[in-house]
């Protein structure tokens, strides 16, 4: 096993390609399945700090994006409630790989960045470089050409988007606590480095990130 985890490092180390990060992630069909209740994670949901750098799962992964912003139902519509339907927050994972964009619609993870960015994910809050995953909820306004009515004012829009995002890391933690994971919301981020190592255009707006992760 040590033979074979060297000869890796080895290759990796000559071959740039050989360890890239996969450009997409098809995350694996979601378990609904928990020993956990409902009231149960709202009896245990706190913030968690003390993240130690270990991967999550495909199934823990999955699990995550999808209470974040995942579809639960045949017509599209989502496990978080969104005004109008109008669903304005995008979720990028940051994990050691690279800097992916959800796609709730393919439950599918995009990757937009190699490397690893969490360290940009934070104004200097340690824990978050070693969190499995730090996801980073992004305002997209365009999403409000899909309405089917007239949308609100600018103002309304941003509302609804600071809405819809506290029910998104609610539903993570709740997810993060069914299996045993940590997690912290977390208004402290380096906006402006993210923007750029993430391209977002400048009408994107980042709102809120969440480490979540193994802990000690
Ligand atoms: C909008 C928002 C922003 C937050 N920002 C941070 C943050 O930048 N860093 C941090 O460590 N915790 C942050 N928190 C977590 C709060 O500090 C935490 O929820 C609060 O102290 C209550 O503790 P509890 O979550 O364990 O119940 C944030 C929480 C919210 C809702």
């Keep these: 096993m040590k033979k074979f985890l060297l000869a890796l490092a080895a290759a990796c180390f000559m071959s740039a ?25 709202l009896s245990q949901r706190q913030s968690s700090r003390n993240f130690v750098d270990k991967a999550l799962t495909p199934e823990q992964l999955s699990k995550i994006l999808w209470a974040a912003n995942g579809t639960n139902r045949d ?5 978080n409630p969104a005004a109008m339907g109008v669903y304005s927050v995008e979720v990028y994972a940051v994990t050691k790989e690279g800097i ?3 796609d709730a619609g393919k439950h599918k993870l995009n990757l937009i960045a190699e490397g690893d960015f969490r360290a940009v994910t934070t104004t ?11 996801l980073v909820y992004v305002e997209t306004p365009d ?17 609804s988007a600071n809405i819809l995002v506290g029910a998104m890391v609610q539903s993570v933690a709740l997810a993060a606590e069914t299996e045993g994971l940590g997690n912290c919301v977390r208004g402290s981020i380096n906006r402006d480095e993210f923007k750029k190592v993430a391209k977002l255009p400048d009408a994107k707006n980042i709102l809120l990130a969440q480490s979540v992760g ?3």
Excluded at 17 to 38: F, G, K, Q, R, W
Aim: glycine residues 4%.
């Design 214 to 216: 193994f802990t000690k």
């Design 100 to 102: 992916y964009l959800y």
């Design 143 to 159: 999403a409000w050409q899909s309405a089917r009515h007239t949308p609100p004012p600018r103002e309304g829009q941003i509302s």
């Design 124 to 134: 200097g809050q340690d824990f978050a470089k070693r969190a499995a995953v730090n």
């Design 75 to 79: 017509n599209g519509k989502r496990v």
């Design 17 to 41: 390609t050989a360890c890239a990060a996969p450009t997409e992630i098809t995350l694996p069909t979601v378990s609904t399945e928990s020993n956990l209740s409902v009231m149960q994670a």
